[in-house]
């Protein structure tokens, strides 16, 4: 059995910062991409940011600059630090993570339960 928990969401002014993390637990061999994935009401959920296991990083363009994604691979953890929120951030944020469990040797996307963020203007 696999779980992604993520804690560090919460309600923030518009500029303000938060920081999510995330932690894989589970009979894991390993972990391939990490990420965040993010749902406002009344859309479609969308892709926020994804690193590697080597820290490359990606960015939607609507981060770019203010979000910066990190990893702990000793600790099977992803963390998103947000700065610079705007309203339009508001959502529900999930942690992603591609990894092969014990006993497989697929390798298949974990999602989080999801963390609210919310940012007032």
Do not use: H
């Amino acid at each position: 059995q696999v779980q992604l928990g993520e804690s560090g969401g919460g309600l923030v002014q518009a500029g303000g910062s938060l920081r999510l993390s995330c932690a894989a637990s589970g009979s894991i061999i390993s972990i391939n991409i990490m990420g965040w994935y993010r749902q406002s009401r009344g859309k479609e959920r969308e892709l926020v940011a994804t690193i590697s296991s080597d820290s490359t990083a990606k960015y939607a363009d609507s981060v770019k600059g203010r979000f910066t994604i990190s990893r702990d691979n000793a600790k099977n953890m992803v963390y998103l630090q947000m700065n610079r929120l705007k309203p339009e951030d508001t959502a529900v944020y999930y942690c992603i993570a591609d990894l092969i469990r014990g006993g497989t040797t697929l390798l298949y996307r974990y999602w989080g339960q999801g963390t609210q963020v919310t940012v007032s203007s």
